[in-house]
């Protein structure tokens, strides 16, 4: 499950992908958006085009099967930063507990994606 807020004229949006929500596989999903657009403005665009079978949904909680959710904030400013924090669900129980972050991006990438992942 992902989340992208703070987007120019873009209300939040939520995203559900199926298959490798873990960290690293998240991490990939980020890596290759941003290797198509690094524009930090741009990096909601770039993640929906490398992401196609991304499911668009109203809120979170439609993904009643996710273990992890990713919340990708573009802070405003002079110069924009994408910062991503990480919750986990453990299974059979309806809590969210903090994983990571708030973290800038390419942090999350160079922490959690598995060397060669990103080639």
Same mark, same amino acid.
């Given at each position: 499950?992902?989340?992208?807020?703070?987007?120019?004229q873009t209300p939040p949006r939520h995203l559900y992908l199926h298959h490798d929500g873990y960290p690293a596989g998240?991490?990939?999903?980020?890596?290759t958006a941003q290797h198509h657009r690094s524009d930090a403005a741009a990096f909601l665009a770039a993640f929906l085009?490398?992401?196609?079978?991304?499911?668009?949904?109203?809120?979170?909680?439609?993904?009643?099967?996710?273990?992890?959710?990713?919340?990708?904030?573009? #802070?405003?400013?002079?110069?924009?930063? @994408?910062? %991503?924090?990480?919750? $986990?669900?453990? !299974?059979?129980?309806?809590?969210?507990? #903090?994983?990571?972050?708030?973290?800038? @991006?390419? %942090?999350?990438?160079? $922490?959690?994606? !598995?060397?060669?992942?990103?080639?």
């Amino acid at each position: 499950m992902f989340t992208f807020t703070g987007f120019p004229q873009t209300p939040p949006r939520h995203l559900y992908l199926h298959h490798d929500g873990y960290p690293a596989g998240a991490a990939w999903r980020f890596a290759t958006a941003q290797h198509h657009r690094s524009d930090a403005a741009a990096f909601l665009a770039a993640f929906l085009s490398s992401q196609p079978s991304a499911l668009a949904l109203a809120s979170p909680e439609q993904a009643a099967d996710a273990e992890y959710r990713y919340l990708v904030e573009l #802070c405003a400013g002079n110069d924009p930063k @994408l910062q %991503v924090r990480c919750w $986990r669900r453990r !299974p059979g129980t309806a809590s969210w507990t #903090c994983r990571c972050g708030p973290l800038a @991006l390419g %942090v999350f990438i160079q $922490r959690f994606l !598995p060397t060669g992942m990103g080639s």
